[in-house]
């Protein structure tokens, strides 16, 4: 017997620099109680036509008290398709004493995904 599949497939972007944002991941993971703000830029596989770019903005903001607010702003090009995604979090740490402490923390995001028609040129090869 033979058996065919056809194989379904998601990409994910890869976040990098999860050390430097960890509430990207986990809003409840605020670190610090100061402002961070971190800009990166990648480009993948340089000299391909249509190869992967990627730019993220996070900012990071303890306010008052115990509560942290963060915002992320990505957009990823992979030949043709552009992904662009907005992350707003809230995270609030209550501190029961220096060693015990408890996180909560809220994300809500919206992103997109497009692709572009691209204008395919060939190329006749005679031998």
Avoid: C
């Avoid at 990071?60 to 942290?68: A, K, V």
């Avoid at 992320?72 to 220096?98: I, V």
């Avoid at 995001?109 to 090869?125: A, D, H, K, M, V």
């Amino acid at each position: 017997m033979l058996f065919f599949k056809l194989a379904d497939a998601q990409e994910a972007s890869v976040e990098t620099q999860y050390f430097i944002n960890k509430w990207i991941y986990n809003p409840a993971q605020f670190d610090t109680e100061e402002a961070i703000m971190s800009l990166s830029y990648k480009s993948q596989w340089i000299g391909f036509e249509g190869a992967p770019n990627y730019a993220r903005l996070g900012i990071q903001n303890y306010h008052m008290g115990s509560g942290y607010f963060g915002l992320l702003l990505k957009q990823l090009t992979d030949g043709p398709f552009n992904e662009y995604e907005a992350l707003a979090s809230y995270g609030y740490q209550a501190k029961f004493s220096e060693q015990f402490k408890l996180n909560f923390g809220l994300s809500i995001g919206y992103g997109i995904r497009t692709l572009t028609s691209q204008t395919s040129q060939t190329r006749e090869i005679r031998v």
